[in-house]
């Protein structure tokens, strides 16, 4: 089956709300919040070995997420006429990511973090051949996961750590060496639980 067909046929299936905070329903969350609207992109490539989704780890001295694993993309800024293009737009900086090779087949729930943003992930294939390229000031490495990994719902878990002096569940999808967690995690699990029914 053409994995993109898949991906758009589960966009159309209904979806509930996403948050750093599925797991916690408990969490008391800031009276009169402000939430910073962002995108992120999911970005599907078409490789020989099968399709790809490609994650970014952030450097390690960055100030916020040092470390982390994330999907390409940052908050609006006022050059972006959407989060959309905010996604696209931050993909070309962090991996090098041309906006033109980018078909867009879709978004996801709006997802709310605990860092105070409306974070939009835009499902994006990429229909041909690039070169990835960290962009070393936010990005130590530019690594694929097989799309075949992030889908199946049983390489998902959940953990918990102390947090503002709670404990805080969150969602895992670990691949080799890398510790996929918290928001990217949910976000991708998202995707998997659409594409699964």
């Known amino acids: ?12 299936r209904p979806a509930g709300e996403s948050s750093d905070f599925d797991l916690n329903p408990g969490l008391q969350l800031p009276a009169g919040r402000v939430l910073r609207p962002a ?10 070995q099968g399709a790809q ?32 293009a905010a996604a696209l737009r931050e993909a070309m900086e962090e991996i090098a990511l041309p906006p ?5 087949v879709g978004h996801l ?10 974070m939009t992930p835009v499902l994006g294939h990429i229909r041909d051949d690039f070169r990835p390229m960290a962009e070393r000031g936010e990005v130590e490495e530019v690594f694929t996961v097989p799309l075949s990994h992030v889908l199946d719902l049983s ?14 569940h969150y969602y895992t999808v670990p691949y ?4 996929i967690w918290g928001a990217t995690a949910r976000i991708l699990r998202g995707l998997a639980e659409r594409a699964a029914l």
């Open 109 to 118: 729930p709006v997802h709310e973090t605990v860092t105070g943003f409306s």
């Open 176 to 179: 080799g060496p890398y510790y």
């Open 1 to 12: 089956m053409d994995e993109i067909a898949r991906l758009r046929r589960a966009l159309l």
């Open 155 to 168: 390489r998902y878990g959940v953990e918990r750590r102390l947090w503002r002096g709670q404990w805080r």
């Open 53 to 84: 989704v490609i994650l970014t780890k952030r450097a390690s001295h960055l100030k916020h997420h040092p470390g982390q694993i994330s999907l390409p993309g940052g908050k609006l800024e006022p050059v972006d006429a959407s989060v959309q």
């Open 100 to 104: 033109g090779l980018v078909d867009v």
């Open 39 to 48: 995108g992120v992109l999911i970005p599907v490539w078409t490789r020989p």
